[in-house]
């Protein structure tokens, strides 16, 4: 893995993979703000989570910027770099397992692409906190895959403060406590399992400590903004138009001094395109957020197939580039653009 910061031009390179969620009617939404505003939150209260190819999007992200982002929650997904450029890993190892995945030697890629400051210094992670999960009856991503991250994070943080959470029942899908989710062990649209576990609060109550009750949401609390100047900023093609974010009341008006971040990537067709506002408005991240002082910032992917990427699947393995899992991975870029604009940040890349 190469440390350099920029990119070469966008590399269009593979897949029809990694199938996490399915359709769903489009939504009209209010129009969207031209960029994110800048909102009271704490620099030390930035968090990312993911399922799937949200889930090795929500590591890259958190190792790349770990001196910014201070823990994951991650369900169904490998370690940093697993893939290694390459889609045969991608598909294999990195998913169905079978081929053991070299931790150590990731680990010593992570150390070195640091040490050539193409990511943050890992010294950023060793008080991080992380939430990993993995249901048993998942046929998309083989438990040794999760294993595998388990082990990858634990050689950086401390032990104490990771949490795994294998699921008897669980398929690919994201855990809820939501009676209108699917059944636990069906991986269907918009993969939202009802496993008698609330995933999204669990997670952030590991991230973040103990929490007030849900309640629900307010109107006007979620809004989309416009992701084509962040996009343009990262060097993107594969961001839609608009994305979600969500701002609690209190958040926006400065009713509280000290807001938290809360980055969510969606999984392999799970996003808007596909589903519609069911995972945003379903995965039960919204009332736990409402209560707790929590902004929620969903960006959002489309399917393309120049670069190839049918199914709206983060950059893990390098169809936007070789630097995707660096700092200067484009996606990784575009990201970044939009928290430095909702912590107030000059533009990171100077």
């Given at each position: 893995?190469?440390?350099?910061?920029?990119?070469?031009?966008?590399?269009?390179?593979?897949?029809?993979?990694?199938?996490?969620?399915?359709?769903?009617?489009?939504?009209?939404?209010?129009?969207?703000?031209?960029?994110?505003?800048?909102?009271?939150?704490?620099?030390?209260?930035?968090?990312?989570?993911?399922?799937?190819?949200?889930?090795?999007?929500?590591?890259q992200?958190?190792?790349?910027?770990?001196?910014?982002?201070?823990?994951?929650?991650?369900?169904?997904?490998?370690?940093?770099?697993?893939?290694?450029?390459?889609?045969?890993?991608?598909?294999?190892?990195?998913?169905?397992?079978?081929?053991?995945?070299?931790t150590?030697?990731?680990?010593?890629?992570?150390?070195?692409?640091?040490?050539?400051?193409?990511?943050?210094?890992?010294?950023?992670?060793a008080?991080?906190?992380?939430?990993?999960?993995?249901?048993?009856?998942?046929?998309?991503?083989?438990?040794s895959?999760?294993d595998?991250?388990?082990?990858?994070?634990?050689?950086?943080?401390?032990?104490?403060?990771?949490?795994?959470?294998?699921?008897?029942?669980?398929?690919?899908?994201?855990?809820?406590?939501?009676?209108?989710?699917?059944?636990?062990?069906?991986?269907e649209?918009?993969?939202?399992?009802?496993?008698?576990?609330?995933?999204?609060?669990?997670?952030?109550?590991?991230?973040?400590?103990?929490?007030?009750?849900?309640?629900?949401?307010?109107?006007?609390?979620?809004?989309?903004?416009d992701?084509?100047?962040?996009?343009?900023?990262?060097?993107?093609?594969?961001?839609?138009?608009?994305?979600?974010?969500?701002?609690?009341?209190?958040?926006?008006?400065?009713?509280?001094?000290?807001?938290?971040?809360?980055?969510?990537?969606?999984?392999c067709?799970?996003?808007?395109?596909?589903?519609?506002?069911?995972f945003v408005?379903g995965?039960?991240?919204?009332?736990?957020?409402?209560?707790?002082?929590?902004?929620?910032?969903?960006?959002?992917?489309?399917?393309?197939?120049?670069?190839?990427n049918?199914?709206?699947?983060?950059?893990?393995w390098?169809?936007?580039?070789?630097?995707?899992?660096?700092?200067?991975?484009?996606?990784?870029?575009?990201?970044?653009?939009?928290?430095?604009?909702?912590?107030?940040?000059?533009?990171?890349?100077?």
């Amino acid at each position: 893995m190469s440390a350099r910061h920029r990119r070469p031009g966008v590399a269009g390179l593979l897949l029809a993979v990694v199938a996490t969620a399915g359709c769903g009617g489009p939504v009209d939404p209010p129009a969207a703000a031209a960029r994110l505003p800048r909102l009271p939150v704490a620099g030390d209260g930035v968090t990312v989570s993911g399922l799937s190819s949200g889930g090795y999007m929500a590591v890259q992200f958190h190792v790349a910027w770990s001196s910014l982002v201070h823990g994951a929650g991650v369900i169904a997904a490998g370690p940093y770099y697993c893939a290694e450029d390459s889609m045969r890993r991608a598909l294999g190892r990195c998913m169905a397992g079978g081929e053991p995945i070299p931790t150590g030697e990731l680990a010593g890629a992570t150390s070195r692409v640091a040490l050539e400051e193409a990511i943050d210094p890992i010294a950023g992670l060793a008080d991080d906190r992380v939430w990993l999960f993995h249901g048993q009856a998942d046929s998309t991503v083989d438990k040794s895959v999760v294993d595998a991250l388990a082990e990858y994070y634990a050689l950086f943080v401390s032990p104490s403060n990771i949490v795994r959470v294998e699921h008897p029942t669980a398929a690919h899908t994201f855990p809820t406590d939501s009676p209108a989710a699917g059944p636990c062990g069906q991986s269907e649209p918009p993969y939202l399992g009802r496993c008698g576990l609330d995933g999204a609060r669990a997670l952030l109550e590991h991230l973040y400590g103990p929490l007030r009750p849900a309640r629900a949401p307010a109107a006007g609390e979620l809004t989309v903004f416009d992701q084509r100047p962040y996009a343009a900023r990262g060097g993107s093609e594969s961001f839609a138009a608009q994305g979600w974010l969500f701002v609690p009341r209190q958040c926006r008006t400065g009713a509280t001094a000290h807001c938290r971040l809360h980055v969510v990537f969606h999984g392999c067709r799970q996003g808007s395109s596909f589903v519609g506002d069911a995972f945003v408005r379903g995965a039960g991240y919204l009332g736990t957020a409402a209560a707790n002082d929590i902004v929620l910032l969903f960006p959002q992917l489309v399917a393309s197939f120049q670069p190839l990427n049918p199914n709206g699947c983060w950059d893990w393995w390098g169809y936007e580039g070789r630097w995707y899992a660096l700092k200067g991975g484009a996606q990784v870029m575009t990201v970044r653009a939009m928290v430095a604009d909702l912590l107030g940040e000059p533009d990171p890349a100077g």
